[in-house]
């Protein structure tokens, strides 16, 4: 990925245009946030997603706006995230940005969260972000440069940051999990490709619904800035690691919380 040198250009480090992303899960909530917001830029966007024909339905309306193409993919297994990179191979000769955002949750008293429960969270949520970047290298690394890096960004949370009030224990785990891995893989494939995580506070998202429909304004109460995540906060933070701007930035969790996080209460 060469960044432009175009100086006389006054938003050329914040441009993404003529990019190629690929959005796991970017068929709903932060997922397809990030995708319409890349769309939106002018980058061509592939988002994979389980359910193919809630992701075909989605590529069609983010296409109305830009390009966006759709790929079945279940990335719980090695297969499946080796499936999709090979289809992703067929299609392209280079990957410009990966965002690892597709995952899973589950909420159990402490008594009743079984093997099945950790194992199906980290699967996708770990395990899929490893296997899924491991595979896409050679694509990322044929994209990126020392100078005009490729980039990976994987999605946390701020549940990996501090412990949730919820009983999502093997959530809260696989997202400080995804932080090191984050770390481990920034210092393994600098320096043609950056490796940085957002990590969400409170979205408007399925993942969410529950949650925000019940303590939703409390929630917002509670953060500095007095509201609930909107989709351009999660699409403006990803277009920024993917820009030029952040070219020297790598191995970085960065909370998308409206201050929640630290917030005093």
Known sequence: MTD???TTDPHRLFSVRGRTALVTG????IGRMIAGGFVDAG???YIASRKAAVCDEVAAELSTRGECVA????LSTEDGCRSLAT???EREDRLDVLVNNAGATWGAPMEDYDEAAWERVLALNVKGVFHLTKFLRPLLEAAGTPDGPARVINIGS???IRPPVLDTFAYSSSKAAVHMLTRHLA?????????NAIAPGPFESRMMAATLDAFGEQIA???PMKRIGRPDDAAGAAIFLASPAAAFITGVVLPVDGGLTYATV
Do not use: F, H, Y
């Open 43 to 45: 980058a061509k966007v």
């Open 4 to 6: 432009s040198t175009d």
């Open 71 to 74: 790929i079945s993919a279940d």
């Open 26 to 29: 970017g068929s709903s909530g």
């Open 158 to 160: 701020i549940n990996g």
């Open 87 to 89: 289809e992703l191979a």
């Open 187 to 195: 210092m393994q494939l600098a320096p043609r490709i950056t490796v």
């Open 221 to 223: 109460a509670g953060a």
